[in-house]
Nanobody, 124 residues
Framework: QVQLVESGGGLVQAGGSLRLACAAS????????VGWFRQAPGKERWFVAA????????FYADSVKGRFTISRDNAKITVYLQMSSLKPEDTAMYYC?????????????????WGQGTQVTVSS
């Protein structure tokens, strides 16, 4: 098991930027693929971005491509989600998740370690 704590959420105007961080503890973080997911009230949890265990491969939902960047610092056992050109439709609770049994995944059901989430609100 690995414990995850998200931070960096907040209220921002449309067009602004935020950087989310997912700090891990408990196990060798470089053995884990990491994904970011988001969930708006009354909606399902959706894939946002993922990064492979090595950090060499990244994936993005079409809705965030070109605006969000996922990266990882295994020395600091942290994964980041840099979000730019934010839109009101990006408003959601953002969760990071980690999984050691896959190299990478966009499927939330593949992840067994989740953080508590950080709220992102984008005003128009």
């Amino acid at each position: 098991q690995v414990q995850l704590v998200e931070s960096g959420g907040g209220l921002v105007q449309a067009g602004g930027s935020l950087r989310l961080a997912c700090a891990a503890s408990g196990r060798t973080f470089s053995n884990y693929a990491v994904g970011w997911f988001r969930q708006a009230p009354g909606k399902e949890r959706w894939f946002v971005a993922a990064i492979s265990r090595s950090g060499r491969t990244t994936f993005y939902a079409d809705s965030v491509k070109g605006r969000f960047t996922i990266s990882r610092d295994n020395a600091k056992i942290t994964v980041y989600l840099q979000m730019s050109s934010l839109k009101p439709e990006d408003t959601a609770m953002y969760y990071c998740a980690a999984e050691s049994s896959v190299e990478h995944s966009q499927d939330p059901l593949r992840y067994h370690n989740w953080g508590q989430g950080t709220q992102v609100t984008v005003s128009s």
